[in-house]
């Protein structure tokens, strides 16, 4: 069963993205890099290699969020791309959001090559 991607990401997920890094920059930063996301090329890269680099565990497939993104994906609904934010050898990668849709992606086929916008982090003064 294939993994379906919308082309790009939905506004909706732009918010969710800067809720969560709120909580990690300033303000000024986070939007900065949420701008940065809006005109990124899209890249593909593999859930396995998603959430190794963001350094998280696969959530079960019985997580409320990842079972619904599990349905889509076999009704053949598409899913939205992934945002995130790079990391370095200290840090972290960050998925801004979509780390439901990663670990569905994974439990479907860990080699899925997933649209994603990757930036860095946008550093204001």
Not at 33 to 61: E, F, G, W
Request: net charge neutral; proline share 6%.
């Amino acid at each position: 069963m294939a993994v379906k991607w919308f082309d790009e990401p939905e506004d909706h997920d732009y918010e969710a993205a800067a809720d969560y890094l709120s909580m990690l920059a300033e303000d000024a930063s986070v939007a900065a890099t949420v701008t940065a996301m809006k005109t990124a090329k899209p890249v593909y890269r593999k859930a396995k290699d998603i959430l190794r680099a963001a350094r998280l565990t696969l959530l079960p497939p019985d997580n409320p969020h990842v079972r619904a993104d599990i349905e889509k994906i076999g009704k053949g609904k598409k899913m939205s791309p992934i945002l995130l934010v790079r990391g370095s050898a200290a840090d972290a990668l960050q998925i801004a959001d979509g780390y439901h849709r990663v670990c569905a992606s994974y439990l479907t086929d860990e080699d899925t090559a997933i649209p994603c916008r990757l930036v860095s982090w946008v550093r204001t003064p």
